[in-house]
């Protein structure tokens, strides 16, 4: 039997306490969130972009009262900008000062290879931090293949290794959320270290708007809630994600729009759909009038 989390004490309380941040957790999005903290193990969210992949490592570290500590994955990302890096000028320039000096060469190395000269990057910093922290490793699936070579360590161990300091481990382990968009294929060594959850366009939508945005009227939710569905299963760009429901939520109460029609639907357009042709795609299978 696992041991009582630290971070939620049952599937329940995590469903209480996110939705105390406003983030609407289903059954197993809760059992899972659960899980991630009382097994100490990471957690893959995987699902199309805009569904609450990020907002929920963000609710979590908000309800424990952590700190979110996010390395956003991009093409390109390296060790220097993931884990560590060493502060090469500073090393340089006490370098300089020793010289002439009678201290030895070995002296001067063990002094520059130190804390004093180290840039910690999120994996590391997580790592050492010994308040509770949430380790958001976002988009995992933009970077090279190679990238998750650097994440094993961590992922397995929660410890990275510093050639020059020796192993670093974490003092309390932090609570690690990976998401993908599923661009491509994760390596089975990632996926098996790590619990996993799917996440798609929730049948909570409406709810989740409402919460966000009460001033909206409950009609206007539904035919809102409606519309962002049959946008969705147009073939576009970029379907709207829930961010951008409740962005448009917030937009018709500022409008003061009571009433979802096709006009307003038009003229709105803009704040849940970024591309022309999408828009235009849009006005033309929904038939919309401005």
Known sequence: MPQPSSWFSSPADA????????????????????????????????????????????????????????????????????????????????????????????????????????????LLTAIRREEPTVLLIDEVDKTDVEVEGLLLEVLSDFQVTIPELGTVSAVRRPFVVLTSNATRELSEAVKRRCLYLHLDYPDAEREIVTS????????????????????????????????????????LVALEIGELDDKAIADTLGVVLKHASDQAKAVKELRLRS
Do not use: M
């Open 15 to 122: 469903a209480t306490r996110l939705a105390e941040a406003g983030y609407l957790a289903d059954p197993t999005t809760a059992t899972t969130a659960y899980l991630a903290g009382a097994l100490e193990k990471p957690l893959l969210v995987e699902g199309p972009a805009g569904v609450g992949k990020t907002e929920l490592a963000k609710a979590v570290a908000k309800v424990t009262n952590a700190e979110l500590v996010r390395l956003q994955c991009y093409e390109g990302l390296d060790e220097a900008r993931a884990l560590y890096e060493w502060n090469y000028k500073k090393q340089l320039l006490r370098i300089q000062s020793s010289q002439g000096s009678d201290q030895e060469w070995s002296a001067t190395h063990d002094d520059i290879f130190t804390d004093e000269f180290l840039l910690t990057r999120p």
């Open 212 to 251: 966000q945005v009460p001033d909206l009227e409950e009609r206007v939710a539904v035919r809102l809630v409606e519309t962002i569905t049959r946008l969705r299963e147009l073939e576009l760009k970029k379907a709207p994600s829930i961010a951008e429901s409740v962005d448009w939520a917030r937009t």
